[in-house]
């Protein structure tokens, strides 16, 4: 377990920085690439870490690749070619690429679903796809149509129906929602769980989901990135906030600050300086160490690892109920 301290400034530090910073990057591929981030992650059933990394060529497009280690920091072995690239013929929603896969894992199908946003003409759409091994793929297609993106799946029912948390471009803003499927095809219910403050928040422009949903004895705890535009573009910072199990669109707890953002040089200098944007966890075995992967300004993969229980302590203390 990660323990929360106080940093130079005297905010808590719910999150620590891997000293292998950055742990995945483009020098490390075995094709050429431009740039690898915003990787979705898993273990698998012998315990290996496995990250879908999101891989941009020279083009501006995008593929998925996975990269396996045995202890989700070092040692890497890089699939030798893409491991799901667009079919735009088939899939006309991916004739830009495919990008930012979130995992879950689903007992009742005994299947790894992977979300991922297709980006064609028609804007960025969320896909789903599901594996057993990450080396062939069920496509089920666009489950959302654009302009939405960030989503990943519940991995049980809730009250006999899939659940789907997405991030929709609407009239109303950027804000997180939730759709209901009986059949992983077909969505409705949708409503709305998290919506992006207004004003002077580090959250006020947009938010949108990042790793899927932590299931807790508390709640559905969610790691949720939050958009503030400055004078000098725009910074992507981290925030958590709780969800009822049972009816996970009811928001418990809200925190009201930012608990991790950019500051190391891989975070603040990249393609797109200033953004944390994590797609993927893994819990230790111990049940309680979250380790947290994370694309670092569009350019390379990091890790940092925290606490859940120190998570849920520190929106006891700083969280907004509802």
Request: net charge negative; charged share 20%.
């Amino acid at each position: 377990m990660t323990v929360a301290v106080a940093n130079a400034r005297g905010y808590e530090t719910l999150f620590h920085r891997s000293g292998r910073n950055p742990i995945l990057s483009a020098s490390d591929w075995p094709y050429p690439v431009h740039s690898v981030f915003n990787a979705g992650a898993t273990l698998l059933r012998d315990g290996t870490t496995l990250l879908l990394c999101r891989v941009e060529d020279r083009r501006g497009h995008s593929h998925l690749c996975a990269a396996r280690s045995a202890d989700g920091v070092t040692g890497w072995v890089i699939d030798p070619k893409p491991t799901l690239l667009p079919d735009p013929v088939k899939h006309p929603e991916e004739l830009w690429g495919v990008e930012d896969s979130r995992i879950t894992f689903i007992p009742e199908l005994d299947k790894y679903a992977v979300t991922y946003t297709a980006f064609g003409k028609g804007g960025p759409g969320v896909s789903l796809a599901l594996t057993e091994d990450f080396v062939t793929f069920e496509r089920c297609g666009l489950v959302m149509q654009p302009d939405d993106k960030d989503a990943a799946l519940l991995p049980r029912r809730v009250d006999g129906m899939w659940a789907l948390i997405h991030r929709p471009i609407a009239d109303s803003g950027a804000h997180v929602w939730i759709s209901y499927s009986p059949d992983l095809r077909s969505w409705g219910g949708h409503r709305m769980m998290l919506q992006a403050r207004r004003g002077g928040w580090w959250d006020a422009n947009k938010v949108g989901l990042s790793p899927p949903l932590i299931e807790t004895e508390r709640g559905w705890l969610m790691i949720y990135h939050g958009v503030r535009t400055n004078a000098a573009g725009s910074l992507y910072r981290l925030g958590v906030a709780l969800f009822d199990l049972e009816r996970p669109e009811q928001l418990l707890l809200r925190g009201d600050e930012w608990i991790f953002g950019p500051e190391a040089d891989y975070e603040t200098h990249g393609d797109v300086a200033n953004v944390t944007f994590p797609c993927g966890y893994t819990i230790g075995s111990d049940g309680d160490t979250l380790n947290l992967y994370y694309g670092a300004a569009d350019t390379c993969i990091a890790l940092a690892t925290g606490s859940i229980r120190g998570i849920l302590e520190w929106l006891d203390e700083h969280g907004e109920r509802t």
